[in-house]
């Protein structure tokens, strides 16, 4: 044992000994042909918002050079006023004298920024920049740059009268935005929620969302960095929570809005029946969330125009109650996990609750995602409970028997099977209506164009007869076929 110790010790000397050697022989250099080299000669920041502190970036310091550099001065050309902070191989300051970097070597160097409230509803740009000076009297630099963006800052905010937030500057939620009961909250166009993580919307009162084409409303996570070079946060799920209606509201209306990236989309908790609509949804998405993107219980609800993807819990639950669907596409490609739920999923009870469906109605809708069978409908086993249910005009994923289809008009399948003296129909020949429909389904990078393909399925296949009047154009303005639309929310442009 001592033998090793011994061992050990002597080893240790000779590798600091090494070190040091090599520390005493390095030759640093005051030629002309100096120069650093930079992983990024631009330091950019996506909008901040003021008074809340980036994220940290980095770059690297290399010097590739056949000698060491001893860097006289690396300094903030603003002095440190401009917002921007540094930290230098684990120092931080606006200023560094005397920096050596060895040949073949680099250092890491680290960037933040705050910027200050400057009283403006539009975004300023900050500039600054890291400025080297050399051995030699010339000078590199490394520009810093960010967007400063004023917002309106909510914590545990509750409306109690009515109230309008404007479009002028962005909300940022803390805690959760609660609409208390007799309140009505009004979102002017293109006005844009940020949510922290964990806050959500509560509606007692009632929400009155109006966005326009091209402006709309959005509520989304207030994470504006990224999570990798490639990915930014606003495309990943369950960065904030999410909309919950309660018992006691009615009347909400949520038209042209982007909601996306919650832990779940749209529920209810309660409802006062069928009587009066609770939710009406006009040309709005639901996207990328991790539990159900649309969850409607016991409530009169009409969901036109909308588009419903990506959820790890169904895009669309409905249990009980009177829902209209029309020209809107529900499409389960969730890729967050390789466990998810289906498109559509609709029952008439809760273990033995019973929760009669009085109506659901898809129109001229696209139901569609990566398994066979997207639609699931569950009725309660032996039980009178009312579960009624038509589809007309859609294209569906989903395996029927003939006798389901009367209750599915001029609607495409993906394979219809049915058991009779004739055996199997097999309609295996036919367009899979899950492939091709859409523009863009990057499963690399996240992004998803749910807008119709040219050659997808669902063009031409609506019943222009049931087009609602509220559907005579898309979210994007353009107008609808009138004897034959596009089934989904997206008239083929």
């Not at 690297?60 to 917002?83: A, D, E, M, T």
């Amino acid at each position: 044992m001592r033998i090793i110790k011994y061992l050990s010790f002597c080893i240790s000397l000779m590798v600091l000994s090494v070190a040091a050697s090599c520390s005493d022989e390095e030759e640093f250099s005051n030629d002309a042909s100096v120069a650093l080299e930079f992983s990024d000669d631009t330091i950019h920041f996506d909008t901040i918002f003021t008074s809340i502190g980036s994220a940290t970036k980095r770059f690297k310091i290399y010097n590739k050079g056949k000698q060491g550099v001893r860097i006289p001065s690396i300094r903030l050309g603003s002095g440190g006023s401009s917002g921007f902070r540094v930290n230098l191989d684990g120092r931080a300051n606006t200023q560094f004298s005397d920096v050596e970097i060895y040949h073949g070597d680099s250092l890491f160097c680290f960037v933040e920024v705050t910027v200050n409230p400057h009283d403006s509803d539009s975004p300023i740009l900050l500039s600054d920049s890291l400025i080297f000076t050399l051995p030699n009297g010339k000078t590199q630099q490394v520009i810093l740059q960010a967007y400063g963006q004023d917002i309106i800052i909510l914590k545990d905010r509750h409306v109690e009268t009515d109230t309008s937030f404007e479009a002028k500057r962005p909300y940022v939620i803390y805690d959760s935005l609660t609409v208390d009961s007799g309140a009505t909250l009004t979102l002017k166009a293109g006005t844009v929620l940020y949510f922290h993580s964990g806050a959500s919307l509560n509606i007692h009162g009632k929400v009155i969302a109006e966005g326009e084409v091209g402006n709309p409303v959005t509520m989304r996570c207030d994470r504006t960095d990224k999570l990798f070079p490639y990915l930014p946060y606003d495309r990943t799920d369950a960065q904030w929570g999410g909309i919950t209606i309660y018992q006691e509201s009615e009347g909400n209306r949520f038209i042209q809005c982007d909601i996306h990236g919650g832990s779940y989309g749209i529920r209810n908790i309660g409802s006062k029946g069928n009587r009066r609509e609770v939710l009406y949804m006009l040309n709005s998405i639901i996207h990328n969330v991790a539990g159900d993107a649309l969850n409607l219980t016991d409530i009169k609800s009409t969901i036109h125009g909308c588009q419903i993807t990506n959820a790890q819990g169904n895009c669309v639950t409905v249990t009980g109650g009177d829902v209209e669907f029309s020209h809107c596409t529900i499409a389960q490609f969730y890729p967050w996990s390789a466990t998810y739920g289906n498109a559509l999923y609709f029952t008439n009870h809760i273990e033995n609750t019973e929760h009669p469906l009085i109506n659901l109605s898809f129109v001229n809708s696209i139901i569609t995602g990566y398994s066979n069978d997207e639609l699931f409908g569950v009725p309660m086993q032996d039980s009178d409970t009312p579960f009624n249910y038509h589809f007309a005009g859609c294209l569906i994923n989903t395996i029927l028997t003939e006798d389901d289809m009367e209750d599915f008009e001029e609607c495409r399948l993906d394979t219809i099977s049915t058991e009779n003296n004739s055996g199997t129909i097999d309609n295996s020949n036919k367009p899979k209506p899950r492939e091709g429909n859409f523009r863009l389904l990057d499963t690399d990078n996240f992004i998803y164009d749910f807008r119709l393909d040219t050659l997808s399925a669902a063009r031409q296949l609506g019943v222009g007869s049931l087009i609602p009047e509220d559907c005579r154009t898309d979210m994007n303005g353009k107008v609808r076929n009138a004897e034959h639309p596009d089934a989904g929310c997206y008239q083929f442009e």
